[in-house]
């Protein structure tokens, strides 16, 4: 597995952010049969453009794992078994049109990411396709908005459609789930720090659980863990990396993927 470093030099849209991004948290797994998996960023002020992506089409790789960060965009690719072709959206604005257009064509939401300035859409042609639910709720305040948070979640689940991405903008949790009957439980929290989501993470995977998805909102983040039926697989969480060159190289000779990318 490599690490490549590609600048986009074409002006179509440039990366921006309101405000400071928090640190990135990389989120690796074991076991998921990714191959060759590289990392592209794209700091902030650069143009973002359909070559930087094709490079890694050009390569037979898949982005898997998107997410902005203060460095500014990073992107994982990998070759992905039972993916077939992607299309992207990169936009100011959430990409409803978009997620629309994808969807009743068939094609799965695989990253959804933003900043709060720039959204960034993946969808990717999936074998077997499975629906998805597409909502959005306003950070809970009060313990009743937490509880209406999960009677939706829970509501969700009953139906066997389970959180894979959450994408936070100002005071607005955007959400993606989908439907997989191979998910045994799913639970989430709001944890205040990067070291509380490493705690949250440590209680829960002796159950079973794994992170399914991560993001920073107005003040805390948005943890999401999923349990698999089955045996589960190793997990990684490694927040704060200040050069991923060096460290997620060691992950990868271990054969972990990166599977999520939270900000």
């Known amino acids: ?10 002006a179509l849209l440039f990366v921006t952010s309101p405000l ?31 070559d930087t992506l094709r490079v890694a089409w050009d390569n037979d790789q898949h982005i898997v794992a998107a997410g902005f960060t ?6 994982a690719t990998s070759e992905k078994e039972n993916w077939g072709n992607q299309k992207y959206s990169f936009a100011h604005e959430y990409p409803s049109e978009f997620i629309a257009e994808m969807t009743s ?7 959804l990411t933003t900043d709060g300035a720039n959204w960034l859409a993946i969808a990717t042609e999936v074998t077997p396709s499975r629906p998805q639910e597409f909502f959005s709720f306003m950070d809970p305040e009060t313990d009743d908005d937490r509880r ?11 139906q066997q459609f389970f959180i894979t991405d959450v994408a936070c903008s100002g005071k607005t949790w955007n959400i993606v789930a989908t439907y997989n009957p191979d998910i045994a439980g ?10 509380d989501i490493s705690d949250y993470f440590m209680s829960n995977q002796p159950a079973g659980y794994r992170i399914a998805a991560a993001d920073y909102g107005p003040g805390h983040y948005l943890c999401v863990m999923s349990k698999a ?12 990396v200040e050069n991923p060159n060096e460290v997620l190289d060691r992950f990868w000779k271990q054969q972990f993927a990166i599977t999520h990318i939270g900000h």
């Open 1 to 10: 597995m490599k690490l490549i470093r590609i600048i986009s030099l074409l």
């Open 20 to 50: 400071p991004a928090q640190r990135v948290l990389y989120i690796l797994s074991k076991g998921t049969q990714l191959k060759q998996q590289s990392l592209i960023p794209i700091e902030y002020g650069s143009a973002f453009n359909s």
């Open 70 to 75: 203060y460095h500014g965009i990073q992107i």
């Open 105 to 111: 064509k068939g094609y799965t939401i695989t990253e």
């Open 148 to 158: 209406e948070v999960k009677n939706l979640i829970d509501s969700l689940a009953m």
């Open 186 to 195: 799913q639970i989430f929290d709001f944890p205040k720090a990067a070291q």
């Open 229 to 240: 039926k089955g045996t589960p697989q190793p997990q990684a969480l490694l927040p704060g």
